[in-house]
């Protein structure tokens, strides 16, 4: 940094792949229909103890800082991780949801995945464990890295409900084709591998998937009945209170009748 003049270095503790692996396993234990915790009185103590509310925390703060920087003092961010392909396309792609209006489009939310996970690399058959068996040595590779995005992308679309076109049983069908191997737009560490694979022409994409389960290539399903057509001019400026950070039910609770109705999402499996 030293060699670059005006460069701040800025660290955001963002927790590595093992640490939301295991806030991840902790919250399904905590979230199961068959958990005995749920109607107990320390239910939101387990819940932060899990510690994934506070990874979802981060992320977003992370990411308004990042869209401060650039929309406020009008400078460039260069964003990386360890290596480049998990922190950092969480951090890239909320950035962009928050600057820019056409990411929060049906297109322009495609061309964001496209762009920043997979064109870039983002480990999905390690990160998913795809063939690994628990416990294994595979399986210290495995971490929820692309839901914790989507559940971060859920909490911004919470505060602005009219900014959106998609909603959110877009993002849990999204999060299960990931993984339910329906398409080759998952499979695989990288585009190279997939081209070499010659998964381009052997299977079909994630967002045909998705045209299939909406019904049609309308997606109305996906549509968010709130969007204002249009997306304000300005970024948005995520409230980052500890209050305003939620349990996304939707998804993590989907399974408990007692809470979601299982017929909202059954035709989704």
Not at 165 to 193: C, W
Request: aromatic share 12%; charged share 25%; with cysteine.
């Amino acid at each position: 940094v030293k060699n670059y003049v005006g460069t701040v270095m800025l660290h955001m503790d963002i927790k590595n792949i093992h640490a939301v692996r295991e806030s991840e396993g902790l919250l399904w234990d905590l979230c199961r229909p068959s958990s005995s915790v749920g109607a107990a009185a320390t239910w939101h103590g387990k819940l932060e103890s899990t510690g994934w509310l506070s990874h979802v925390h981060r992320v977003l703060a992370a990411a308004a800082r990042c869209a401060a920087i650039i929309s406020q003092e009008g400078c460039s961010v260069l964003v990386h991780c360890s290596d480049g392909w998990d922190r950092t396309a969480q951090l890239t792609s909320l950035t962009q949801i928050l600057l820019d209006p056409y990411y929060r489009t049906f297109i322009g939310f495609r061309a964001l995945i496209e762009k920043e996970w997979l064109c870039f690399g983002h480990k999905f058959e390690d990160r998913n464990g795809r063939g690994v068996m628990k416990g294994s040595a595979g399986d210290e590779e495995r971490s929820p890295i692309f839901l914790l995005f989507l559940d971060c992308l859920w909490q911004v679309m919470q505060q602005f409900p009219t900014e959106f076109e998609y909603n959110e049983e877009f993002l849990v069908a999204l999060m299960d084709q990931v993984h339910a191997g329906r398409s080759g737009t998952f499979l695989y560490n990288s585009k190279s591998e997939r081209k070499k694979k010659n998964l381009y022409e052997l299977s079909v994409s994630v967002w045909d998937v998705l045209v299939e389960v909406a019904g049609g290539e309308d997606l109305k399903v996906f549509s968010n009945g709130q969007w204002n057509g249009e997306g304000r001019a300005e970024p948005l400026v995520v409230n980052l209170n500890c209050k305003n950070i939620k349990l996304w039910e939707q998804y993590w609770s989907r399974f408990d009748t007692s809470l979601v109705s299982f017929e909202k999402w059954s035709y989704y499996l």
